[in-house]
């Protein structure tokens, strides 16, 4: 049984209301920095901690905290980033409904170390009733005086906003974030300058995630030193998987980074197999943005080691024979699933969500989407899967944002991994509309040669 | 920004392509690239470097940073948009010496030209557009584009400008103009993704004084002059330049002629397609100058354009002139010009002095042994 | 994929007057409080949400004028927001919006069966409404449900573990509220 820090308390009854979340113990990490803490040892007690960002690049949050510009006279801002989008990803929100009052807390600590005295929650529009728990949780903090002016005495003035968004993927990148903030259309800014720089109205800005932020309060409440104890090498603390796809229990976990995807899928605590006495075939073990691996490279890595759910085990072999944690979406695939129709429905997503501003994401996404739906509808061709290789390609690391990269990714390992079942789409045309493909090779043990001898 | 600042810009060194040239600091790659000048400028679709905030969407000016400064000479993990970053001291570029570059660059070409509809026999912009340039210098033959191109639904945005947005490739030059020159932007960038387009979304004519440089900044056949809308092929027209007393704007323009007749008046444009300056100001033009004022006797005349001889309108302008003296690097701003292949290795009939022909050539000129050198 | 531009032809709210009440006015400035001073563009994508619920769940150029006024834009910073985001809705829609969530997970656990049961049912197809105004079908991509796949929502809430009994009560139970007689 893993520890649990952020969802321990998630099933006790009543939980989102401030009575039953302050019984158990809730705000003390606010008591804790306010009155013994300065924000730069709050600043510092993350730092140490190792907490990495749980949005999906997982850059270390105390340092993009110490990034932040400090001019006089200048308001800072803390935003929290709940535009949970990216498919396979719906953590945040699991977090967000049952315990809002945790990311409550930890936006204000994190608001007193950033020097932020007012903070918002961008939430994805969707998100229309977990929207209104958090306002709800916010007037009841601001109504026992966790937020408004002079918070428990310190002299620190803060309060908390609910932001809606209106439905775009591409807000989820922080910058585009902030221009939706800004009443905007959602086109991401071009970098540099960093938002720590010139962010929110031209002021500096610290974008964070949900689960970041929420972290924040059993590092002040244990101290760094406890949390950095949990996990293994850098990554450290707890992680919430949610896992979905083709298996017996979905849900959102909260797993210690000690344990192997293996018995992430398969034990009971966690996703308990793959239902219908079906096998696995294949998973996208950080949302769909991240590469897709074939059972026998998700369970060992290339080098025959025990693949584990930690930042460095899962993106072992690089984009070659890895993938990345990314968000935490663990979606998972069996054996009667098409790896080719699931990537058109991805780069569907992704020309869905392109904002359209920069030339290879725009043009590049539709045209990879377009070809898929050849190759799955029986109607592509051989050199279609290389061209669609070159695209993806011309794609990834020339757009203004991350997004590009996550269109490419999808596609480029589904081809790496399962070029045979394109092969086998082309090839097979009539047969291609009528059945899903499901090569089971993809489960049998990799062979690893052994080291020559000198 | 303060201006006691303005006479301590410290400069730095910068080298591009293996040329180092000393530029202000806060220069971006692209302008100090410019200085230099040829080959060595990255192409720019979206950038204008009189509009405040533009570039960095069309992607074309990727270049690769191989040491980011002398202070960190680490390489930058990613092609960047030379438009929009700025040099460091000590900085080493590689633009046309990065295959990575030129591979993203022809990359970035076909996907511009995706769902162009190239269109360009029927386009008033042929012959002096920048898509057309791009293709020709930086993409690559062929399209590998199976589907049915892009189109919208066509729109009238009033009686000067035409807009043809199957043609636009979404610079966003247009809105910064609105937004900067004009007192009020009724046209802008609607819905997203791959339909993503220019519009009023109400059919709004534009309709103020400065409106009409949307035409002079649009890259491609998107926004064009209605007024001389099918009228001619700028390569059969003259440009001259002249100018007016105008209340309104600096008055100093381009006619584009045909006999007498004023087809066109534009702004003066530089070697990169922008607008010229004049004291340090842009030399945006009014539409009264532009639509109004057609006739040869609103301008005085100061003369012929100096066109620049890669330029298809350029055709024509030469005839039964001497061979210019200078040699190609000095029109070229020292540089040598690039040269796809060098027709004189490949063909004794190109030692033909074409010049020297009286009347056109026939197919017997090119069977008579080459005429001797005098 | 043809683009859809239909919503420019629509361009009023019929027999609708497009003005908040007191009420939704006060909320107005509630919203606007949130942000700094003149930062009252920011409060632009809520009072777009707000507008679409009151003035019949979509937002013609009348209301999108409306809402510049209110927030002292320009009508054109108006539409080009309310184009961008896939939540606000730019041609009418039936009582009821059905939104399916079509992405990876979804597909993986079905939602191409229940997008093609809600056709057997209603006889609309993504982007259809039902002759009778009742039902619009949309289909959508990732709301971040994809551990309850297939989902669909409907109004403010996502309707998860979709089957074909699930899709028949929440049919039953949309048609069974509203005052237009169905056979």
């Known amino acids: ?454 | 920004m303060s201006s006691d600042t303005k006479n301590t810009i410290p400069t730095v060194k910068v080298t591009i392509d293996n040329i180092t040239i000393e530029v202000p600091a806060g220069t971006t790659i692209l302008n100090a690239a410019r200085q230099i000048g040829g080959d060595v400028t990255p192409p720019a679709m979206c950038y204008y470097s009189k509009l405040e905030g533009s570039g960095g969407k069309c992607r074309t000016c990727l270049v690769e940073v191989a040491a980011g400064s002398a202070a960190d000479p680490r390489p930058m993990p990613k092609l960047v948009a030379s438009c929009r970053t700025g040099v460091m001291d000590g900085m080493v570029v590689k633009n046309i010496t990065s295959d990575k570059v030129k591979d993203a660059r022809a990359g970035v070409v076909e996907f511009l030209l995706l769902n162009h509809p190239l269109d360009c026999p029927v386009c008033d912009q042929a012959g002096e557009c920048h898509l057309q340039d791009l293709g020709y210098e930086h993409g690559k033959e062929g399209t590998r584009y199976e589907f049915e191109r892009r189109t919208f639904e066509k729109e009238d945005i009033g009686p000067y400008i035409q807009l043809h947005m199957t043609r636009c490739i979404l610079c966003y030059r247009c809105t910064y103009v609105a937004d900067q020159l004009t007192d009020q932007r009724v046209h802008g960038v609607l819905d997203r993704g791959d339909h993503a387009e220019i519009s009023t979304h109400i059919s709004k004519a534009i309709d103020n004084n400065f409106s009409g440089n949307m035409i002079d900044v649009c890259p491609v056949g998107a926004l064009t002059d209605k007024t001389f809308r099918f009228k001619n092929r700028v390569w059969f027209t003259k440009p001259v330049l002249a100018h007016r007393d105008c209340p309104d704007c600096c008055g100093k323009v381009t006619l584009w002629q045909r006999g007498d007749e004023v087809l066109r008046v534009t702004a003066r444009k530089d070697e990169w397609g922008e607008v010229c300056s004049y004291d340090g100001k842009p030399g945006w033009i009014c539409n009264t100058c532009r639509f109004d004022k057609k006739a040869a006797s609103d301008w005085v005349i100061e003369g012929p354009v100096n066109v620049n001889r890669h330029s298809v309108i350029s055709q024509g302008h030469y005839s039964a002139l001497q061979t210019p003296k200078e040699t190609l690097p000095e029109v070229m701003g020292g540089r040598a010009p690039k040269l796809m292949m060098d027709i004189h290795d490949v063909s004794e009939v190109n030692k033909i002095e074409l010049s020297q022909l009286p009347g056109a050539a026939t197919g017997s000129d090119f069977n008579s042994p080459a005429p001797k050198e005098a | ?183």
């Open chain 3, 1 to 183: 994929m043809p683009k859809s531009t239909d919503y420019k032809k629509e361009k009023t709210n019929q027999n609708m007057s497009v003005s908040f009440s007191a009420d939704k006015l006060k909320e107005v400035q509630q919203i606007i409080a949130r942000y700094p001073e003149e930062r009252q563009k920011s409060a632009l994508l809520p009072v777009l949400h707000l507008a679409q619920q009151e003035f019949g769940g979509w937002l013609s150029t009348e209301t999108m004028d409306y809402v510049a006024t209110l927030l002292q834009l320009e009508p054109i910073e108006v539409y080009e927001v309310a184009t961008f985001y896939s939540m606000y809705n730019l041609k009418p829609i039936g009582k009821h919006l059905l939104e399916v969530c079509q992405t990876g997970p979804c597909m993986l656990n079905g939602s191409e069966e229940i997008v093609a049961y809600i056709y057997e049912k209603l006889g609309i197809r993504p982007g259809q409404t039902t002759a009778d105004g009742m039902f619009t079908l949309k289909t959508v991509e990732c709301l971040g449900a994809c551990g309850y796949a297939p989902m669909l929502q409907l109004g403010k809430n996502y309707r998860e573990h979709l089957t074909r009994q699930k899709i028949d009560e929440l049919i039953a139970s949309c048609s069974g509220q509203s005052t237009v007689a169905t056979t």
């Open chain 1, 1 to 454: 049984m893993g520890r649990k820090l952020l969802l321990e308390k998630a099933n006790v009854p009543g939980i989102c209301t401030y009575e039953v979340y302050r019984r158990e113990g809730g705000y003390r990490s606010v008591e804790k920095a306010l009155k013994s803490l300065s924000p730069d040892q709050v600043t510092e007690e993350v730092k140490k901690s190792g907490l990495r960002g749980r949005g999906g690049a997982g850059f270390p949050t105390g340092m993009k905290w110490g990034f932040l510009a400090k001019p006089e006279g200048v308001p800072r801002y803390l935003v929290v980033n709940a535009d949970e989008s990216e498919p396979g990803t719906f953590k945040d929100r699991y977090l967000m409904e049952f315990i809002p009052h945790l990311l409550i807390e930890g936006m204000i600590t994190a608001s007193y170390a950033l020097g932020s005295n007012r903070s918002y929650i961008y939430i994805r529009g969707e998100y229309v009733w977990v929207a209104e728990i958090l306002e709800r949780a916010i007037d009841e903090a601001r109504a026992n005086g966790w937020l408004g002016k002079n918070i428990l005495g310190s002299g620190f003035d803060c309060d908390i906003y609910v932001h809606r968004g209106a439905g775009a993927y591409i807000c989820g990148e922080e910058t585009a974030l902030l221009e939706s903030l800004e009443g905007k259309r959602g086109n991401p800014r071009i970098k540099p300058p960093f938002p720590a720089v010139k962010g929110l109205w031209g002021c500096p800005t610290v974008v964070n995630n949900v689960e970041t932020i929420a972290a924040v309060v059993p590092i002040i409440n244990d101290g760094a030193e406890e949390y950095a104890k949990i996990g293994i090498g850098k990554s450290t603390g707890t992680k919430l998987i949610s896992a979905c796809g083709n298996i017996n229990k979905p849900g959102v976990y909260e797993i210690d980074m000690t344990i192997s995807v293996e018995e992430f899928i398969y034990s009971d605590e966690y996703c308990g197999g793959i239902p219908a006495g079906k096998k696995l075939k294949a998973c996208i073990p950080g949302g769909s943005s991240v590469p897709i691996l074939p059972a026998n490279l998700l369970l060992k890595t290339a080098k025959g080691e025990t693949r584990m759910m930690t930042y460095e085990s899962l993106a072992d072999g690089g984009f070659v024979s890895g993938s990345m944690m990314g968000s935490g979406g663990f979606i998972v695939l069996d054996d009667s699933q098409c790896v080719v129709r699931h990537t058109y429905t991805l780069a569907r997503f992704y020309r869905h969500e392109s904002c359209g501003q920069c030339s290879p994401c725009r043009e590049g996404t539709g045209w990879m989407e377009k070809i898929l739906w050849n190759i799955e509808t029986g109607k592509g061709k051989m050199s279609d899967i290389d061209l669609l290789w070159d695209i993806q390609r011309k794609i990834e690391g020339n757009t203004i944002c991350p997004l590009g990269d996550a269109a490419a990714w999808p596609v480029a390992a589904a081809i790496r991994h399962f070029r045979d079942e394109f092969e086998w789409h082309v090839l097979h045309p009539q047969e291609a509309q009528q059945r899903n493909y499901g090569l089971m090779h993809y489960a049998d043990p990799i062979h690893v040669p052994n080291p020559v001898m000198a």
